[in-house]
C-alpha cells in the first residue's frame, strides 16, 4: 500500500484537495468522486500520475481509473485525506445532483435496465445465434428446395440453404432457444414494468402484472405489423365504442409510460385510501385504470407513430435525396429500437421488396446494429482491465454483430451516452454512403456482420465500405468522446451536495 502514497497525494492535491470532495469511494477499477466545482479538478496533472491509466467524467462523478489494485489505491488516499468514503449508492445519489433534466432522464432509463441486463444479454446472444442458424444461406450447403423444387428470389438468384435446413439436430436447437429468446424479448414489457415499480417504491407484483397484460396471448403480437395495419385486429367492444386488442411485446416506451402511470396511481391512492381497505382498493383502482389507459391512449398513440413513421421512410427513401434520408434515418434507427417503434421498418422493408424484388432500407438496419456494437468495441477498447463492466460488454458487442442490439444500447450505450451518439453518429454517414451507393439486399436478413450474405452481390464492394464505416466511425468516436470530455461531463455546479465529515 505504502507505493500508493505518493500518488495518492498527488491526486488530493490534483482535485483541488479535501474541501473540494464532496462524496469518494471506489469500484472494481476506479476512485469515483463527486466534486464541489469538477472545472477545479487538473485533468492533465492526473492523468501524469504513474499510478493514473485515464480519467472521465459520467453520471455526476469525476472518475480516476486505476487498475486492479484500486482498492490499496483507495486506502492510502483515504489515509492521507482523511476522508472516510460512501457507498457507491450514495456517490450515485450525489452526483444526481450535477445532472441536468435530461442526464437524469438517461440515469433513470439505465438504472430501470440494471436489473434486466443480464436477461437481455443472454438473450441477445440466444437470438444473435438463431439467426446465424436459420437465416445465413450458405452456399456450400447447396440450392434450397421445397417439394423437389429449386428455390429462387424473386430476382431470380439462388436461394442457399441455412443450417437448419440441413441438419436436424440444428434445427431443434434453434427451435428450443426460441423457448428463452422469446421469454425474454417478447415479454421484456413485463420485466420493465416490474423493474418500474422496483426502482419507485411500489408493489412489485403489480407491475408484473401489468406487464403480462400487455404481452397477453390475448393479444394480436406486435410483430404482426402487417396484419395490423391491414386492420385485421380482434377488438373489445364496449357499444359506444371499441379498443383494438394489440400487444406491445418487446416494446420499450409503451412498458416504461404505463409503468410510472401505475406508480404514481397507486402513491396518490395511498394518501386517500383509508389503511383498512387499502389492500382492496389500491390495486384494483391503480391497477385497471392503468391498463385501460395503456391500451385506449398509450398504445394507440404509438401505433399512430409507427403508421406516420412508416410513411415518412417510404417516401425518404423513393425521393430524390434519399442520400440525405439515409443520413437521417441511420442516425436515429437505435433511438427508433429503444422506443419499440422500429417494428414498422419491417412493413417498409416488405412492400421495398414486394414493389422492387430488392430492399434499400435493410441494410441501413444491419449497418446501425454494427455501429452500435462498434460503440461498445470502443468502450471495451478504452476500459481493458475492467472486468466487472467486460462481462457486460463483450457479450453485448458479440450480440450486436450478430444482429440484437438491445443488450448493447441497454447495457452500455444508454447508460454513458456518449457511446450511443458515436453509434448513432457512425450509423448516419454508413447509412448515407450506403444508400448513395444504392446497395440493396434481396430480403430481410441477419442484422449485423453476416447480414453481407443478404446483400445483392453486385452491391458487395458497397456494403463492405459502409460496414468499414460504422465500425471505425464509433470506435473512433468513442475514443474521442471521453479523452476530451466530449458528452461525459455533467455540469451544474451551482447545486449543493452534502460534504463529507473528516
Known amino acids: 500500500m505504502a507505493d500508493f502514497k505518493e500518488d495518492a497525494q498527488e491526486l488530493l492535491d490534483a482535485i483541488g484537495g479535501k474541501e473540494n470532495v464532496n462524496a469518494v ?15 477545479v479538478a487538473d485533468k492533465e496533472r492526473i492523468e501524469d500520475i504513474p499510478s493514473v491509466k485515464g480519467t472521465f467524467t459520467q ?4 472518475q480516476v481509473i486505476v487498475g486492479n489494485r484500486v482498492a490499496d489505491f483507495y486506502n492510502e488516499f483515504s489515509a492521507i485525506s482523511g476522508l472516510e468514503g460512501v457507498s457507491k449508492d450514495d456517490v450515485k445519489s450525489a452526483g ?12 433513470a432509463l439505465a438504472e430501470i435496465f440494471t436489473p434486466l441486463i443480464p436477461a437481455i444479454i443472454i438473450g441477445g446472444l440466444i437470438l444473435g445465434f438463431r439467426n446465424v442458424l436459420e437465416q445465413v444461406q450458405i452456399q456450400a450447403l447447396g440450392q434450397a428446395m421445397i417439394d423437389g423444387q429449386a428455390q429462387f428470389t424473386t430476382a431470380g438468384e439462388p436461394v442457399y440453404n441455412t443450417i437448419v435446413n440441413v441438419s436436424q439436430f440444428w434445427s431443434g ?10 421469454a425474454i424479448f417478447h415479454f421484456l414489457p413485463v420485466g420493465i414494468a416490474w423493474s418500474v415499480t422496483r426502482k419507485m417504491g411500489t408493489t412489485q407484483i403489480l407491475g408484473i402484472v401489468l406487464g403480462i397484460t400487455l404481452v397477453s396471448p390475448q393479444l394480436m403480437n406486435a410483430y404482426g405489423v402487417q396484419d395490423i395495419l391491414a386492420g385485421d385486429v380482434n377488438q373489445w367492444d364496449f357499444g359506444f365504442f371499441q379498443l383494438d386488442m394489440i400487444g406491445y411485446q418487446a416494446q420499450v416506451i409503451p412498458a416504461m409510460l404505463a409503468g410510472f402511470l401505475l406508480v404514481y396511481l397507486e402513491k396518490g391512492l395511498r394518501k386517500i385510501v383509508p389503511e383498512s381497505i387499502s389492500m382492496i382498493f389500491v390495486p384494483l ?3 385497471v385504470p392503468t391498463i385501460f389507459v395503456a391500451h385506449a391512449i398509450i398504445g394507440p398513440i404509438g401505433w399512430q407513430l409507427g403508421i406516420w413513421l412508416s410513411m415518412v421512410v417510404q417516401w425518404g427513401l423513393t425521393g430524390s435525396f434519399n442520400w440525405v434520408f439515409g443520413f437521417i434515418f441511420g442516425g436515429l434507427y437505435a433511438p427508433l429500437v429503444v422506443t419499440g417503434l422500429h417494428h414498422m421498418t419491417n412493413a417498409v422493408d416488405l412492400q421495398l421488396v414486394a ?35 467486460q462481462q457486460i460488454s463483450i457479450p453485448a458487442m458479440i450480440s450486436a454483430y450478430l444482429g440484437v442490439t438491445e443488450p448493447a444500447l441497454f447495457g452500455i450505450n444508454i447508460k454513458y451516452v456518449y457511446p450511443l451518439v458515436a453509434g448513432m453518429i457512425g450509423s448516419a454517414f454508413a447509412g448515407m454512403t450506403s444508400v448513395a451507393l444504392n446497395v440493396a439486399s434481396f430480403n430481410i436478413g441477419v442484422g449485423g456482420l453476416p447480414g453481407i450474405l443478404s446483400i445483392i452481390p453486385e452491391y458487395w464492394i458497397g456494403f463492405l465500405i459502409s460496414m468499414t464505416i460504422a465500425i471505425v466511425v464509433p470506435v473512433v468516436l468513442v475514443f474521442v468522446f471521453e479523452k476530451k470530455g466530449i458528452m461525459t461531463k455533467w455540469e451544474n455546479d451551482n447545486l449543493p451536495i452534502p460534504k463529507l465529515g473528516n
Open 59 to 62: 453520471a455526476g462523478q469525476f
Open 173 to 182: 436447437v434453434n427451435a428450443f432457444l426460441w423457448l428463452p429468446g422469446e
Open 25 to 39: 469511494t471506489h469500484c472494481a477499477t476506479r476512485m469515483r468522486f463527486v466534486l464541489a466545482d469538477p472545472s
Open 285 to 287: 383502482l391503480a391497477l
Open 355 to 389: 414493389d422492387f424484388d430488392q430492399t434499400i432500407l435493410w441494410p441501413m438496419i444491419a449497418l446501425s446494429n454494427i455501429a452500435q456494437g462498434s460503440a461498445v468495441l470502443g468502450i471495451i477498447l478504452l476500459h481493458r482491465g475492467n472486468e466487472k463492466e
Open 96 to 107: 444526481k445532483q450535477h445532472m441536468n433534466g435530461l442526464q437524469r432522464v438517461m440515469a
